[in-house]
C-alpha cells in the first residue's frame, strides 16, 4: 500500500506547484542561484572519488566513492535523530509501458502508459530504513525514494489503473541494477564524517549523473548537496557510436566488409585445418 500510495504522489506531484514553494525546498549547493535564505547550522561538505567515468569496449561497471563531513557553526542539536541519504540518478528519458494479453491465441499489446521522464539509473544509499529517517512530505517535495524519482505521465491516460503499469517498470529496472535502494550503504562516524559507495552496472546509459546527498534531522531537511558525474563513451566505443549516428552509410558498408572477411577467413581457416 505504501508503494503504491508513493507511486500516485510522485507522478500527480507535478500538478502540485503549492508543495514546490514549501519553505523546506532548500537550493541545493553548489552550482543552484544563491539565494537570501540564511545559512544552516550544519552543512555539508562533500566529494567525490571521480568525476567522470569512461565507457570502453570492455566496460564492466564502476565503483564511485561518495565522502564527506558535516560542517557545524554551533554544538549538535541534542535529540535530533541524524541521517544522511545520498542518490545518484542518471540521464531522464521517456518511457513507454506496454501490457502484452493474449487474445485469439497470439500476444499482442492491449495497453500502455508513457512516462515522461524516468531515470536510465537510479540508485538511493541511506543511513538507516528510509521510512525511519525520512518524511513524506520532504520526500515528496525532494524526490528521493525511487517510485518519486520518475516524473508525470505523457499524454493522456487511457488505462483505469496507471499504478501496475509504473510498479512493472521499477521491477524490471532493479531485475536489471539499475533502480536500487541500499539501507545502511551511507556510513555516519561521530555523526560528522560519511561515505557511500556505489557499484554501477556495466549497462550504464551515457550522459550527466546527478548526485544528491541530503542531510536530515528526524526526517526534515537540513541541507542538500548536489554535484554531477560525467559518463561518456571513450575510445574505439566513442568512434563506432560517432560513426553510426552521424555517417550511417559508410558504417553499414565497414559492417558489411567485416561480415564478408569474417566469413572469408573462417572458410580460410576451415580448409587448412582440414
Known amino acids: 500500500m505504501i508503494r503504491t500510495a508513493l507511486l500516485a504522489l510522485g507522478l500527480c506531484a507535478v500538478t502540485l506547484p503549492a508543495l514546490a514553494q514549501d519553505q523546506q525546498v532548500l537550493p541545493a549547493r553548489p552550482g543552484m542561484p544563491i539565494t537570501n535564505r540564511p545559512e544552516p547550522d550544519e552543512q555539508i561538505v562533500a566529494g567525490l572519488s571521480r568525476d567522470n567515468i569512461g565507457i570502453t569496449t570492455s566496460f564492466d561497471g564502476s565503483q564511485i566513492l561518495i ?20 542518490t545518484l540518478e542518471g540521464p531522464l528519458g521517456p518511457v513507454t509501458i506496454r501490457k502484452k494479453s493474449r487474445e485469439f491465441g497470439i ?8 512516462v515522461a521522464a524516468a531515470p536510465s539509473y537510479y540508485a538511493v544509499a541511506t543511513s538507516g530504513p528510509l521510512g ?36 512493472a517498470l521499477v521491477d524490471i529496472r532493479k531485475e536489471q ?48 548537496y548536489q554535484s554531477a558525474i560525467e559518463v561518456r563513451k571513450v575510445g574505439l566505443e566513442r568512434w563506432l557510436y560517432t560513426l553510426a549516428h552521424e555517417n550511417a552509410a559508410l558504417y553499414g558498408l565497414l559492417s558489411l566488409a567485416l561480415a564478408v572477411f569474417a566469413g572469408w577467413a573462417a572458410a580460410a581457416i576451415f580448409r587448412f585445418v582440414r
Do not use: C
Open 67 to 86: 565522502y564527506g563531513a558535516i560542517k557545524r557553526e554551533t554544538p549538535e542539536p541534542e535529540g535530533q535523530k541524524l541521517a544522511v541519504i545520498v
Open 107 to 114: 500476444w499482442v499489446n492491449t495497453a500502455s502508459v508513457g
Open 132 to 167: 525511519d529517517i525520512l518524511d513524506r512530505r520532504t520526500d515528496t517535495q525532494q524526490r528521493i525514494s525511487i517510485p518519486l524519482a520518475m516524473r508525470a505521465f505523457s499524454g493522456p491516460i487511457t488505462v483505469d489503473d496507471s499504478i501496475p503499469f509504473t510498479e
Open 177 to 224: 541494477g539499475l533502480y536500487k535502494l541500499e539501507t545502511g550503504g551511507v556510513h555516519i562516524v561521530d555523526n560528522t564524517l560519511f561515505r557511500a559507495d556505489f557499484a554501477l552496472p556495466a549497462n550504464l546509459t551515457e550522459g550527466d549523473y546527478k548526485t544528491r546527498i541530503f542531510l536530515l534531522r528526524d526526517g526534515k531537511l537540513v541541507d542538500k
